[in-house]
């Protein structure tokens, strides 16, 4: 066991009434003087070490209660690395990488992959610097997903790997450090600490900031946490390092957290409420992409289209909020702020050869203007995810979706008719509580009517804390949600495949990614709807450039006639390269 020299858990009101989330932020220890043996310090290198100690005795007179306060709720405060105040338990080196390197593993949704590049520019910042390479790495960096109970497990097989090269590091006194990140650090907090002795530190989602002051302890032989979440944090301010630099599109996170309460879901308690990040930063960071030359950008959050903007006081008028017809919140009407709306409208005017896409959205938030926008400008993309999770409104109300099955339709008819040639793609969950055979058939039925392009479909897994684990009982068995799972994802491939059919014999606007993963001879790349589209690489006329032949490169537009279809992928064959701007004049 551990001593707990001193834990924080600081409860603040998050106004969700009694389901309040609680947010935490504790830091564990074993000290030198307690009697803790090398099962709970496993280190040797660690009880030996005379800074340890120097550590130790900082760390007694150390921090108070007002500081991790302080530090917890100023989420714009400077790096650690150009803080002129370290925390008064540390010296202002202790808080650099000095070079170690790291080595960071993401898990679960885009959200994740945006929170990894979040995480490594502080890092950065702060002298660390990143290795592919697990073996050589000092600090190993999980950034885990708490959705479904797959994906955790997941995490926890991963760490029993760890654990043998932790242990091999031990013995040849080069330390290994090990971290979780993410969503599944908040929602297990202490338990991860306590079932891994491994883990040295956890930060959840809105405590990236704090990493490298983690990390200093972490190094001093403590364990370390930050688990506490944050009204405010949107982390406008780091610029995320893109991994890939041959990468043609990016993820802009324009917004955290989620107010829905969908009752399945443990998002509202991994992540904390909902919060926007000002226009004008999220501007910022596009133009700074469309001069790279990236070719995309998809806007990213848990509710983009509940976008709110609400930094400025003169944003805050009165305006009203416009639901999509039939749809209700599970909170109060929020009012004024920049909307989803105005924000799509900036970001697509920043550049007209830029792509713009956005998710994951929910179906409540599709006001006219927006459908407009989509449906007027060249460079956003008519593809719009509309996750409905069930076809049954009696399933849809134990969900607290906020809709019933026909408001649900409606608003696909009304989109159609805004958009027409609009790709659809929706999330459904297979077997969640109470859900009947009847109630199956609905969804069944709802993919068969909807027709979708693209579809991601789950079989449900019952979350802690969840008003569905406190209020309803999980009591489709396991084998009925995989045979219902199956069916669905075999109805939804059959429409998808007659739905993408629907393509063959069209030219088609294609954004280049790179050689297809399964032939040399093939490119691939995205169509409008994003959807993978593969065709021969082979010359072509350049639009832009008369006379010319020229091969299809990452970042390049290219049009495409498409020759056949399944439910996942288009073939073709290239025609020309062109711009996405002259590009309307050909589709
Ligand atoms: N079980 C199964 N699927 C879930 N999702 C969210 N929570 C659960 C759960 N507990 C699915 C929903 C959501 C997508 C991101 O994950 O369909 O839209
Ligand atoms: Fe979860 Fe519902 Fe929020 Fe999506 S909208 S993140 S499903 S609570």
Known sequence: MHSLQCALQV?????????????????????????????????PERQEDGARKDFSSRLATGPTLQHFLRSASAPQEKLSSEMEDPPPYLMKDELLGSQRKVYLETYGCQMNVNDTEIAWSILQKSGYLRTSNLQEADVILLVTCSIREKAEQTIWNRLHQLKVLKTRRLRSRVPLRIGILGCMAERLKEEILNREKMVDVLAGPDAYRDLPRLLAVAESGQQAANVLLSLDETYADVMPVQTSPSATSAFVSIMRGCDNMCTYCIVPFTRGRERSRPVASILEEVRKLSEQGLKEVTLLGQNVNSFRDNSEIQFNNAASTNL???????????????????????????????RIRFTSPHPKDFPDEVLQLIHERENICKQIHLPAQSGSSR???????????????ELVHHIRESIPGVSLSSDFIAGF???????????????REV??????????????????????????????????????ITVFREEATKANQTSVGCTQLVLVEGLSKRSATDLCGRNDGNLKVIFPDAEMEDVNNPGHRVRAQPGDYVLVQITSASSQTLKGHVLCRTTLKDSSAYC
């Open 11 to 43: 409860q603040r009101s998050l106004r969700w009434g009694p389901m309040a989330s609680v947010s935490w932020l504790s830091l564990r220890m074993c000290t030198a003087h307690s009697s803790l043996s090398s099962t709970t310090c496993p280190n």
């Open 324 to 354: 999509s017809r039939g749809f209700t919140t599970n909170y109060k009407t929020k009012q004024g702020g920049l909307r989803f709306a105005h924000l799509l409208d900036q970001v697509s005017r920043v550049d007209p050869e830029m």
């Open 395 to 409: 399933v849809l109300e134990a969900m607290r979706r906020g809709y019933s099955r026909e408001a649900y339709v």
């Open 433 to 447: 509580c109470g859900e009947t055979e009847e109630d199956h058939v609905q969804t069944v039925s709802l993919l």
């Open 451 to 488: 027709q979708y392009n693209m579809g991601f479909l789950f079989a449900y897994s019952m979350r802690q804390k969840t008003r569905a684990y406190h209020r309803l009982k999980d009591d489709v068995p396991e084998e009925v949600k995989l045979r219902r799972l199956e069916e669905l």
